[in-house]
């Protein structure tokens, strides 16, 4: 196989570090990925700018491409101008936290999956959910395993995966639960501060609301210790209302 891997932390993130080096063991790997973190920027695209694509090197020999743009553009760049062939896959990760839930609206790794998608390559996206715990192993392991599997399972159109790895030691991981994405909001809360020339700016923070009492929406598979899997999808369309409006239409002219 041929496998791109993108992220949104950034081409130095040691979760891509972690992802690559076990990929690198079934497939040949090639890197487009952000020259900076590029968290939360969703599906953004850089079109009014340039986009600025450097060769990146590690211990003396080439990594990757790190691009100035988001990881949107990491993959369209990758596909459409940096490498001379077209990838079997897209995976995009490993990042530092979770990708549950409201989450996937803004996640920049989902949205690199999301491209990937969209222009027909299976995809899928995986994040370890702690922003403390550094062991990415078992999330690289999993990888491994879905790459292997997903490049032979039929896809329908427009729909890839999210995967979120406890962030716990491989040996206590109790298995993979198939799960839909939770749907519950965050308490916003943006703190007022003053920098030292008397300025006003503010910190966004937040908490998560309550979350449904359903073990199988991802974020509750992950704190029972499960990897959880999500096919998601890029249509936003919802068919029942649609359906629903079709014989009020005249009421809209």
Not at 134 to 143: E, G, I, Y
Not at 149 to 176: D, R, Y
Not at 196 to 211: A, N, S
Request: charged share 20%.
């Amino acid at each position: 196989m041929n496998i791109l891997i993108c992220n949104d932390d950034g081409i130095h993130a040691p979760g891509l570090q972690a992802l690559v080096t076990e990929i690198r063991k079934i497939a040949q790997v090639h890197v487009v990925a952000p020259s900076r973190e590029m968290s939360a920027v969703g599906h953004a695209i850089t079109m009014s700018d340039p986009l600025r694509a450097e060769e990146f090197y590690k211990d003396g020999e080439f990594f990757g491409w790190a691009v100035d743009g988001t990881p949107a553009d990491c993959v369209k760049l990758a596909l459409f101008a940096l490498l001379d062939k077209r990838p079997d896959m897209v995976i995009s990760g490993i990042n530092q936290g979770s990708n549950t839930g409201i989450n996937i609206i803004y996640s920049g790794t989902v949205s690199a999956a999301t491209e990937g998608r969209i222009n027909g390559l299976p995809s899928f996206a995986i994040s370890l959910t702690s922003y403390q715990n550094k062991n990415f192993t078992p999330a690289a392991h999993f990888a491994v395993k879905m790459a292997q599997h997903l490049i032979s399972f039929e896809l329908p159109p427009g729909i890839f995966f999210n995967v979120n790895v406890p962030a716990l030691p491989e040996e206590e991981i109790k298995g993979v639960k198939l799960a839909r994405q939770g749907m519950a909001n965050y308490e916003e809360l943006f703190h007022r501060r003053t920098d030292p020339k008397g300025r006003v700016y503010f910190w966004l923070d937040g908490e998560r609301g309550v979350e449904e009492n359903d073990p199988n929406i991802d974020e509750r598979a992950v704190k029972a210790g499960f990897i959880s899997v999500t096919p998601v999808h890029y249509d936003l369309t919802h068919y029942p209302t649609l359906t629903k409006l079709q014989g009020q239409v005249e009421r809209l002219m």
